[in-house]
C-alpha cells in the first residue's frame, strides 16, 4: 500500500522558511486508504519531520486530525494544523470559511482567510507552575544571572502542549548552545514537550503589527520528542502570548480587547519564520488564544508502508 505525503513549510516569512510538516489526507476525495496508528507512526518515522498530521473527515467535526512526531504522537501541533488546512485549501477541497477539528487536545476551531492565512484557535491556557531558573541555566549552558536581569519568571504553560517559557535577555538567543540530553531528562522531569525560549525586542511598546518587526524572537528545543531544534513552534507560539498577556506585556491593543503579537523564530537556524498570535481578554481572563500563518506546498512523496 502507498501513502502520499504532502510537505509543507508552515509560517513562512517573505515567502522563505517555515517549519516543514508532513501532511497525509485520508478517505478525503479518495486521497487515500484509513492508516492504522503504527502506520502513521511508521510514516513519521520515514517523513522525518518534527510532526506528521493525518487528516479524516468527521462525523461531530469537520475533521479529526492525528499528529505524530517521529517517535511519539502528540496532542496537538500548531505548525501541522497550519500545514493542514492550507493544504486543504490550496487543492480545493475546501473554500474560506472557519472549521472544526477534533484533536486530541479537544475540539479547536480553524478560520482560512481568501488569501490562504490560516488562524487556528488553541486550548485556554494552563498555567502550570514556575520552574527554578538555576536548573535551566545549566541545560543551557549561561549564567543564572541572566535569568535574573529579565526579571520575569520561566514558566510551564500549555496551551495544548505544555512547554517551558524562558525568558533570554536581549542579543543572547542565538548565541545559546543547548544540552539536548539533560533537556530530554529535564522535560520528562517535568512533563513537558521542552524549551520556548524568548527574547522581547527592546522597541516592543512602539510596535504596531503593520510595523513587519517583532515582538519577540524565539527558539525552541524539544529533543525529549526527536526535536533538537524547531524553527517554527505554533501551540509553543500561543502559550508565550498568553504569558506575555499575563505578565502585562500587552503587545498592540486592539479596540475589541484583543492583544496581537508577532513572533520571529527559526533565525538561528537560518530559516527565518514569522508567527502571529492574538490573546483576547475579559475582565483580565485570557477568554480566546489564536495562533496564525501562511504555509506553502513544497512537496508531495510517495511512500510504501506495509
Do not use: W
Not at 49 to 54: G, H, I, Q, R
Not at 73 to 78: H, L, N, R, S
Request: charged content about 15%; hydrophobic content about 40%.
Amino acid at each position: 500500500m502507498n501513502a502520499y505525503v504532502h510537505c509543507l513549510n508552515s509560517f513562512t516569512y517573505k515567502n522563505t522558511g517555515g517549519n516543514p510538516a508532513g501532511v497525509v489526507l485520508q478517505n478525503i476525495k479518495t486521497a487515500n486508504t484509513e492508516l492504522t496508528s503504527q502506520q502513521m507512526q511508521g510514516i513519521a518515522k520515514q517523513v522525518g519531520y518534527s510532526e506528521t498530521a493525518f487528516v479524516t473527515e468527521d462525523k461531530i467535526c469537520d475533521f479529526n486530525v492525528r499528529f505524530f512526531t517521529p517517535t511519539q504522537e502528540v496532542d496537538f501541533c500548531g505548525h501541522a494544523t497550519l500545514a493542514v488546512f492550507s493544504l486543504l485549501f490550496q487543492q480545493k477541497l475546501i473554500t474560506a470559511k472557519t472549521y472544526s477539528q477534533q484533536t486530541r487536545a479537544g475540539k479547536l476551531k480553524v478560520s482560512v482567510e481568501p488569501s490562504g492565512y490560516v488562524t487556528m484557535q488553541q486550548s485556554l491556557p494552563k498555567f502550570i507552575g514556575i520552574v527554578p531558573s538555576a536548573e535551566l541555566a545549566q541545560l543551557l549552558n549561561i549564567d543564572q544571572q541572566f535569568f535574573t536581569s529579565t526579571n520575569l519568571p520561566c514558566e510551564i504553560i500549555s496551551t495544548g502542549l505544555a512547554d517551558i517559557i524562558v525568558p533570554i535577555p536581549f542579543g543572547l538567543l542565538d548565541d545559546i548552545v543547548p544540552n539536548n540530553q539533560e533537556i530530554t531528562a529535564f522535560s520528562q522531569k517535568y512533563k513537558v514537550v521542552g524549551l520556548h525560549l524568548f527574547e522581547l525586542n527592546p522597541l516592543d511598546a512602539k510596535l504596531t503589527s503593520k510595523d513587519n518587526k517583532f515582538t519577540a524572537s524565539c527558539r525552541n528545543f524539544a529533543p525529549l520528542f526527536g526535536i533538537n531544534e524547531e524553527s517554527a513552534t505554533g501551540s509553543a507560539s500561543g502559550a508565550l502570548a498568553c504569558y506575555l498577556a499575563k505578565h502585562n506585556i500587552v503587545g498592540n491593543v486592539q479596540s475589541n480587547g484583543t492583544y496581537h503579537y508577532t513572533f520571529e523564530q527559526g533565525r538561528a537556524m537560518k530559516c527565518q519564520s514569522k508567527l502571529s498570535a492574538k490573546i483576547t481578554l475579559k475582565k483580565e481572563t485570557i477568554i480566546q488564544v489564536q495562533v496564525g500563518g501562511f504555509a506553502h506546498l513544497d512537496k508531495t512523496v510517495q511512500l510504501e508502508i506495509n
